[in-house]
């Protein structure tokens, strides 16, 4: 069932010409309900936690915000599924006020959900408490990418509630860092290159610092028993960072200097992501932090489409369509980060 409807969704919001106003909403529905009773890899740990706390107990290992919920909602008589739901039903509804604030044309707006839902959707309703909290953290950049007032008091705020959710978000307060490099391109490459090779040569070191700021137990989990990546990994994850910032380079490129923001926003988040891949050699988990700028590609290249904007210079005179080229890249995302690395979500949800 849930194939069906994913492969239908995918299909209408690619091809169909009329302008769907409602097509977002009915992905955010769609996640919702078909995720109901999906037995993926990660339900049974979370569905654990959840009867426990419905039960009296203080499970504070997933933090105090992710307990408070799930007090709550059990006291409402919610099972976990049911559960489950309405946290999948809340995180979409951010991405698609996201969404919904940079792409005005609902055709386009459309794109970005389809190419959202070949990846990394499924990933994101397996990882729920993550998905919760990247989707507000993911939210919150417009207050710095608009340059709002008291833009960054808002971030900063959103963000500690993410944080809060889930540690790894704590990674992205260094989006604060880049007001402080706008037309200093080449000395915040500099930073991220400096940072890459201390976080490689001081990993072992790492986990103390991580211990400081997250539950002790399972940063020991990450990176004393974690699964680390792999060479096919490493060269996969390289290949994304190189590909995001080519592409959000080429992007910025395209419009005026005072609609760059945006583009010069994802390229720097892009490229401090690299930060990420020394991590990624204790565990895999590590990759989930550089999921949520998979949907701010996406956007981007909408708002490029929503302008009339149908190709990117990709030099010496040579253009590629841009609405199919970040399609294709989507579709390798779920390749190379789901089937490959992740087959059992592709079990639970495609095949049984």
């Excluded at 070191?205 to 699964?227: C, K, P």
Aim: charged share 15%; hydrophobic share 55%; net charge positive.
């Amino acid at each position: 069932m849930f194939a069906a409807v994913f492969c239908i969704l995918i299909f209408v919001g690619f091809f169909a010409k009329d302008k769907m106003r409602l097509f977002g909403l009915t992905s955010v529905l769609f996640l919702s309900v078909l995720c109901y009773g999906v037995d993926d890899p990660d339900l049974q740990n979370y569905k654990r936690a959840y009867d426990s706390i419905a039960a009296g107990n203080d499970y504070t290992d997933l933090g105090v915000i992710w307990l408070g919920l799930c007090k709550f909602f059990s006291s409402c008589g919610f099972d976990y599924y049911m559960y489950k739901s309405v946290i999948v039903l809340v995180s979409g509804f951010f991405i698609l006020q996201l969404i919904n604030h940079y792409v005005k044309n609902p055709k386009y707006a459309s794109f970005v959900w389809v190419c959202y839902l070949i990846f990394p959707a499924v990933m994101d309703l397996v990882q729920l408490r993550f998905f919760l909290a990247s989707s507000i953290a993911i939210w919150s950049t417009q207050f710095l990418i608009d340059k709002a007032k008291y833009g960054k008091g808002k971030f900063i705020i959103f963000m500690l509630l993410a944080s809060a959710i889930h540690s790894s978000l704590y990674f992205y307060f260094s989006f604060l860092l880049f007001p402080f490099f706008e037309g200093k391109e080449k000395k915040f490459a500099y930073m991220v290159v400096i940072c890459f090779v201390s976080f490689f040569f001081l990993k072992n070191h790492l986990l103390s610092v991580a211990n400081a700021l997250t539950n002790a137990n399972r940063m020991d989990r990450y990176f004393e028993n974690g699964r680390a990546i792999g060479s096919f990994g490493i060269l996969a994850y390289i290949g994304t960072i190189i590909a995001f910032n080519f592409i959000a380079n080429r992007m910025k490129r395209t419009v005026s200097a005072t609609e760059a923001n945006y583009y010069d926003f994802l390229q720097k988040a892009a490229l401090v992501s690299s930060i990420l891949l020394p991590l990624s050699l204790f565990d895999t988990n590590f990759f989930r932090i550089q999921r949520p700028m998979w949907l701010m590609l996406y956007i981007g290249a909408a708002i490029l489409l929503d302008r009339g904007v149908r190709t990117i210079n990709v030099g010496r005179q040579k253009r590629i369509n841009c609405r199919q080229s970040i399609a294709v890249l989507a579709v390798m995302g779920f390749i190379f980060f789901v089937s490959i690395f992740n087959f059992n979500v592709i079990e639970c949800y495609f095949i049984r």
